[in-house]
């Protein structure tokens, strides 16, 4: 193993759940404002999860006051504390795009598996 793999073996969180494009997460990260450091919660939609190893990211997006915001956080990145899985989604693609379209309740992935 050479430098490079040492050095990104070492950053790699180990706390990391295991989540899917679909779950509902929350994202605890770090804010700089101003002088303060605080912690802010961000809960959304994973629409999509692409990289690996330490280079890994997600997109979340979620609806605030009827507006849609995705933000994109590095899974392995100092400034995120933890994330947490508040709900799983039941879906058949990787990278949700379709979401940004929909608005209210079209905009959820659907939970369960509807049998035939």
């Known amino acids: 193993m050479n430098v490079i793999d040492a050095l990104n073996q070492e950053q790699i969180k180990d ?6 494009s679909g ?3 929350k994202v605890y990260s770090k804010v700089v404002e101003g002088g ?3 912690t802010q919660m961000f809960e959304g939609i994973v629409t999509v999860r692409t990289g690996g190893g330490n280079s890994e990211s997600i997109t979340v997006r979620r609806v605030a006051h009827g507006v849609g915001v995705e933000k994109t956080f ?3 990145s100092p400034r995120v504390e ?3 899985v508040s709900k799983r ?6 990278r949700l795009y379709y979401l940004s379209e929909k608005i209210g309740k079209a905009a959820r ?3 369960t598996v509807s049998a035939l």
């Open 15 to 20: 706390t990391v759940p295991e989540f899917r």
């Open 36 to 38: 303060k450091e605080r």
């Open 109 to 111: 992935p659907s939970a």
């Open 89 to 94: 989604g039941h879906v058949r693609r990787s």
């Open 74 to 76: 590095l899974v392995h």
């Open 23 to 25: 779950d509902t997460i």
């Open 82 to 84: 933890k994330i947490e």
